[in-house]
Structures are given as structure tokens and as C-alpha cells.
């Protein structure tokens, strides 16, 4: 069984030892009950693991002697899929599903037929919730990088990143492709996508978007295509705007070699 992960804050990887502290402090000691001698890893989110063997517990901080660190490369192609606003709860099990599949950032999008809407004074809570879950969805997948999760985004905004992208992916049940057999450019099928620095933007990589439980009004298909997305198919069943992006991560990750 792999050891659990626990989210450290910025630098606190940088020594000998790490403390876990606060919340995330308790939640080691309190809920996982994590005991002395213990292996643990330590993450910051953004690539650093830190394989450690714990020293001390208390009651809301757990000490620990770090043996092992490594800097884990960011995946290539970096995958960012544009979630349509779903229904309920459904956004934060879409967030969660993702994640757990390595998705790279998640774009919350107020698409034309979105049910759903983030309203300005309840927006920011909402964007908390999916991070919160983007989070905890990382540390549960033992992942060491948090995937972002951007700011509510307009079709403007979803355009901009389709048009700056290696391959810009519209999940459409009328598409003639599969997205399992969809022409991909070269470097994104071999995991080296071209300008693909550690902070590199989109550029190089794949985005997919994902549209509402209404489906896309014509002038965000319009909008899309003349970005540059190609209209893809999953396959012959209909998904739910939720569970889309996790079923199209999965085809992507084993076509780039991420899997």
C-alpha cells in the first residue's frame, strides 16, 4: 500500500525536517491517527515529494524526518479541460474525478445553457469549493502537483485558450472522429510538447472542451470552430457533463503516453 500524502506549506520541504501543522497538521495526527515511525510523503503541490519517516505527534502537528526528496517533472502534453458549469454538486464530483485522472487545470465555464450559475456574490465561494476539492482530490490520488483551477471563464476566455493550444478538443455527439483515433500533432502523442517549460502556458498543450447538460448554443460552436477546436466523440453513449472530461482524460493520458 503506498504511504499517504499530506500537503506541506511553501519551503517547509527545504530542510532536514518538515512540520505539519494547523489543519492539515490535525488531520494527520487526529483523523489518519499517523503514528511515530510511520512513512509519510510530503508534497507542496507543485512537484516537490518528500518521502519521510515521522518523529513526533501531537495533537494538531506531526514532526517529520525527511529521508528522500525529488522534484517530479510536470506531465507533457499538460492537459486543461473547460468544464461547463453542471447541475448541483455535480461540479465538485466533476472536479474530483478529474483530478484523481491528472487532469493539469480545470476551467469553470458559464456556458449559454448552464443551469447553473455562479451569481457575483456567492462566485467566489463556489471557485473555493473546486479548489478545495481539487485539493483533496490530489492528496487522495497521491499526486504531487494540485491541478489549477482558473477563474469562472466566458466563451472569449475558453476561445483564447483553444486558440493558444497544441489541439483544441470539442466534445460533440455529432463529430465524425473518435476522440480515441482524432489526428493529434506529433509532439503531443510523444509527451514533448513544443515550448513546454515548467511554467509554460497553454501552448503545446491540449484543451478539451466540455459543454452543458443543454448542450452548446450555435454561437459558442461557431465561436469554438473558429478558434481552431475539432468537434470529437467519446463514443456511441451519451455522459453526463460531469463524468465527460474524466472519460476523455482517460483516452487522452494512454494516447500522449501520460499513462
Not at 470539442?170 to 510523444?190: I, M, Q, T, W
Amino acid at each position: 500500500m503506498t504511504a499517504p500524502v499530506f500537503l506541506s506549506e511553501p519551503g517547509e520541504l527545504d530542510g532536514d525536517t518538515a512540520v505539519l501543522s494547523g489543519a492539515e497538521g490535525r488531520h494527520a495526527a487526529a483523523v489518519r491517527r499517523i503514528a511515530v515511525g510511520e512513512t509519510v510523503h510530503l508534497v507542496d503541490g507543485a512537484g516537490t515529494r518528500a518521502r519521510c519517516r515521522v518523529a513526533e505527534v501531537g495533537k494538531d502537528r506531526v514532526v517529520c524526518a525527511v529521508e528522500e526528496r525529488v522534484a517530479e517533472a510536470a506531465p507533457r502534453p499538460r492537459l486543461t479541460v473547460v468544464q461547463a458549469l453542471p447541475k448541483g454538486d455535480r461540479g465538485e464530483l466533476a472536479v474530483e474525478v478529474m483530478t484523481e485522472a491528472g487532469v493539469d487545470r480545470i476551467v469553470p465555464w458559464a456556458a449559454e445553457r448552464c443551469i447553473t450559475r455562479w451569481r457575483p456574490e456567492r462566485a467566489a465561494k463556489s471557485l473555493a469549493k473546486w479548489r478545495s476539492t481539487a485539493r483533496e482530490a490530489a492528496k487522495q490520488s497521491r499526486r504531487s502537483r494540485i491541478p489549477e483551477v482558473a477563474e469562472l471563464a466566458g466563451i472569449g476566455d475558453v476561445c483564447a485558450r483553444v486558440a493558444a493550444a497544441g489541439a483544441g478538443i470539442l466534445l460533440h455527439e455529432d463529430a465524425d472522429s473518435r476522440l480515441s483515433s482524432l489526428p493529434l500533432p506529433g509532439p503531443l502523442l510523444s509527451g514533448d510538447a513544443p515550448g513546454a517549460g515548467e511554467e509554460a502556458e497553454d501552448t503545446g498543450g491540449i484543451v478539451v472542451v466540455v459543454g452543458p447538460e443543454g448542450g452548446f448554443a450555435d454561437g459558442e460552436l461557431r465561436a469554438l470552430e473558429t478558434a481552431g477546436a475539432v468537434r470529437a466523440l467519446l463514443g456511441p453513449t451519451v455522459l453526463r457533463t460531469s463524468t465527460a472530461g474524466v472519460a476523455a482524460l482517460a483516452v487522452l493520458q494512454a494516447r500522449c503516453g501520460r499513462w
